[in-house]
């Protein structure tokens, strides 16, 4: 198994029809807007479960593993990576289990299995582990070489403790990390510093305390082993490639770039990759029922389709209808996803949104006509206006 042929469809299969074997319970993806009052998003796949790792002893649990439709948006730091990192997406898809009633040595067994059965070359496999001595002594136990395993002093990049919303579940773990070349490692910051060649795709996390409401870490009655793995990154393992080059995704970039060559002379490769990804999660978001507002996830919404416009517009040089481009988009997003694009609902969304935003950017460019050299944090502050924007209305006059 290795190669383009393994498709996105057939690896969630896979990872399913593993657990469903071995009697784990496959419920459905969750909402992306969480019931959880602690976090607005589902952005990871032990959010739905977090019920299970409590304190009460009563709690009926059992193994589950499913597919998690996940979203994050936590700031302009987040935002930039999407442009800068090949395997960074607003929206992705995460394979979860928890497993309980096992011990670190079993749950280091289940996971080399699971890796085994996808066939990935265990001598490209790396291991971040925490200064806790267990995971590292459970992955030697299990034929791991000591060269391929490195301990985290600190929460670093591939972080070792982990907490899961406000007086959540706590735990602590390590990252599975795929290397493309055989050439040997030295140490983390190795790993860490060139996403070119390492892949951190998996975390598996021992969670076996929660927080309080003064801050105390107490211990749970009921501890288990979550796993998850990102979909997008292990395709692009198994597929040999980066995420934006998978199977579920390259079509959407190439109806992006093809649009975008149509209005430009200069296709920028980052910024068609940050509209491709803003766009999927975009309708995403309107298919679960999320509408653009200035509140909450509406507004999260809201700032994805402006930034999305922005980068277009910009592209472009002037204020264009992105009708086609939606329309195109979604059309290649079902084919991918396999599921139904509530395409007129978006097209209208964005539309109401373009609308919103040309009135802004008229009424900025009438400030500019009378203050040509007001500072463009001004108009950020005043009207929301970026300075992506701010060129576009310097340029020719614009048309709609």
């Known amino acids: 198994m290795s190669g383009i042929n393994v498709s996105v469809r057939d690896i969630k299969s896979i990872l399913l029809q593993y657990h469903k074997e071995r009697g784990y319970q496959l419920p459905d993806s969750f909402p992306i807007v969480s019931s959880d009052p602690t976090v607005m998003f589902v952005n990871a796949t032990i959010t739905p479960f977090k019920h299970f790792y409590s304190s009460d002893p009563e709690m009926q649990r059992y193994n589950y593993a499913f597919v998690q439709r996940c979203f994050r948006l936590g700031g302009a730091s987040e935002l930039d990576l999407v442009g800068t990192n090949p395997y960074y997406h607003t929206f992705f898809e995460m394979f979860g289990s928890g497993t309980f009633d096992i011990n670190h040595h079993e749950a280091i067994e289940y996971l080399l299995e699971l890796l085994a059965t996808l066939k990935i070359e265990q001598q490209r496999l790396y291991y971040a582990v925490p200064s806790r001595e267990k995971f590292r002594s459970a992955l030697v136990a299990n034929g791991v070489s000591k060269n391929h395993i490195f301990t985290l002093e600190n929460n670093s990049t591939f972080w070792q403790e982990w907490k899961f919303g406000k007086l959540g579940p706590v735990g602590y773990g390590l990252t599975a990390i795929y290397s493309r070349s055989l050439e040997t490692v030295n140490s983390v910051d190795q790993m860490a510093s060139n996403i070119d060649r390492f892949i951190p795709f998996l975390c598996l996390i021992y969670v076996a305390w929660r927080e309080t409401n003064d801050d105390r870490i107490i211990p749970i009655t009921n501890p288990g082993f979550d796993l998850g793995i990102g979909i997008e990154r292990l395709a692009a393992v198994l597929q040999k490639c980066n995420t934006y080059q998978i199977d579920s995704i390259s079509p959407l970039v190439a109806v992006v770039n093809h649009y975008l060559s ?8 980052k910024i068609t990759r940050i509209v491709a990804d803003h766009l999927r999660a975009i309708c995403m978001l309107i298919d679960e029922g999320v509408l653009p507002s200035n509140k909450k996830h509406g507004y999260a919404l809201r700032k994805l389709i402006r930034r999305c416009l922005e980068l277009v517009w910009n592209s472009a040089g002037q204020v264009i209808s992105t009708e086609v481009l939606i329309e195109r988009f979604c059309d290649q997003l079902e084919q991918c996803s396999g599921q139904r694009i509530p395409c007129s609902a978006i ?4 539309e109401e949104e373009s609308q919103a935003l040309y009135k802004v950017i008229q009424k900025a460019k009438r400030i500019l006509e009378k203050q040509p ?7 950020w502050d005043t009207y929301g206006l ?15």
Do not use: C, F, G, M
């Open 373 to 379: 050299d007001i500072h463009p944090d001004v108009l």
């Open 347 to 350: 097209v209208n969304a964005v």
């Open 386 to 400: 970026s300075s992506k924007l701010v060129t576009v209305i310097k340029r020719k006059e614009d048309t709609k």
């Open 262 to 269: 149509s209005v430009t002379s200069s296709v920028d490769e």
